[in-house]
C-alpha cells in the first residue's frame, strides 16, 4: 500500500518536475543505482527495475519515508565501488561492470544492511508501479484512486 501511495506522489511529480530531477541523489549515484537495482531485477520477457523507473522510487523514498537510510545508501554505494575495484580491476565503478561481474560483487554484500533496503525498494518499486508491477500482479490499474481536482467539502453549502 504504502508502495502505491508513493508511486502516486511520485507520478505526479515527475509529470511536474520533469523525469530526470533527483532529490537527494546525485547523477553519479543514480547511475549506481539504476545499475544496482537492474541487477537486483533485471529486463527479461517483462521490462525490469529501470524500466519500471526503480531509480525515481528509491530517491523519493529517500527524501519522504525512508529519509533516514540516505547515509545507509551513501556508505553502501561507497562499499559497492570499493568492491568493485578490489574484485576486478582496473574497474572503477559498478556500472561499468559485466552482468556476471555485478552479481558476483551483489553476492559479497548480499548480507549488508544496504542490500537489504536496495533489494526491498527495487522490489517496492516495481511491484508498486501501476504501469508495470500491478499488471504482472492482476491488480486492475482502473482501481488506482487519483483524487478529483479541486478542493472538496464535505460540510459545505452548496
Given at each position: 500500500?504504502?508502495?502505491?501511495?508513493?508511486?502516486?506522489?511520485?507520478?505526479?511529480?515527475?509529470?511536474?518536475?520533469?523525469?530526470?530531477?533527483?532529490?537527494?541523489?546525485?547523477?553519479?549515484?543514480?547511475?549506481?543505482?539504476?545499475?544496482?537495482?537492474?541487477?537486483?531485477?533485471?529486463?527479461?520477457?517483462?521490462?525490469?527495475?529501470?524500466?519500471?523507473?526503480?531509480?525515481?522510487?528509491?530517491?523519493?523514498?529517500?527524501?519522504?519515508?525512508d529519509?533516514?537510510?540516505?547515509?545507509?545508501y551513501?556508505?553502501?554505494?561507497?562499499?559497492?565501488?570499493?568492491?568493485?575495484?578490489?574484485?576486478?580491476?582496473?574497474?572503477?565503478?559498478?556500472?561499468?561492470?559485466s552482468?556476471?561481474?555485478?552479481?558476483?560483487?551483489?553476492?559479497?554484500?548480499?548480507?549488508?544492511?544496504?542490500?537489504?533496503?536496495?533489494?526491498?525498494?527495487?522490489?517496492?518499486a516495481?511491484?508498486?508501479?501501476?504501469?508495470?508491477?500491478?499488471?504482472?500482479?492482476?491488480?486492475?490499474?482502473?482501481?488506482?484512486?487519483?483524487?478529483?481536482?479541486?478542493?472538496?467539502?464535505?460540510?459545505?453549502?452548496?
Amino acid at each position: 500500500m504504502l508502495a502505491s501511495l508513493c508511486w502516486s506522489e511520485l507520478l505526479a511529480a515527475r509529470a511536474v518536475h520533469g523525469a530526470t530531477s533527483f532529490s537527494v541523489l546525485s547523477a553519479a549515484e543514480a547511475v549506481e543505482i539504476v545499475a544496482l537495482s537492474s541487477t537486483v531485477l533485471p529486463e527479461t520477457e517483462t521490462p525490469g527495475a529501470e524500466q519500471a523507473g526503480a531509480v525515481h522510487f528509491i530517491d523519493a523514498a529517500l527524501a519522504g519515508f525512508d529519509r533516514d537510510q540516505a547515509a545507509v545508501y551513501r556508505q553502501g554505494l561507497a562499499d559497492v565501488a570499493s568492491r568493485s575495484r578490489e574484485m576486478f580491476p582496473p574497474a572503477t565503478r559498478f556500472s561499468g561492470l559485466s552482468e556476471i561481474q555485478r552479481t558476483a560483487v551483489l553476492k559479497s554484500i548480499e548480507k549488508t544492511e544496504f542490500f537489504e533496503k536496495l533489494r526491498t525498494h527495487t522490489i517496492l518499486a516495481y511491484f508498486g508501479n501501476p504501469q508495470f508491477g500491478w499488471k504482472l500482479l492482476g491488480r486492475d490499474p482502473a482501481m488506482h484512486f487519483e483524487p478529483p481536482f479541486g478542493f472538496y467539502d464535505g460540510k459545505g453549502k452548496a
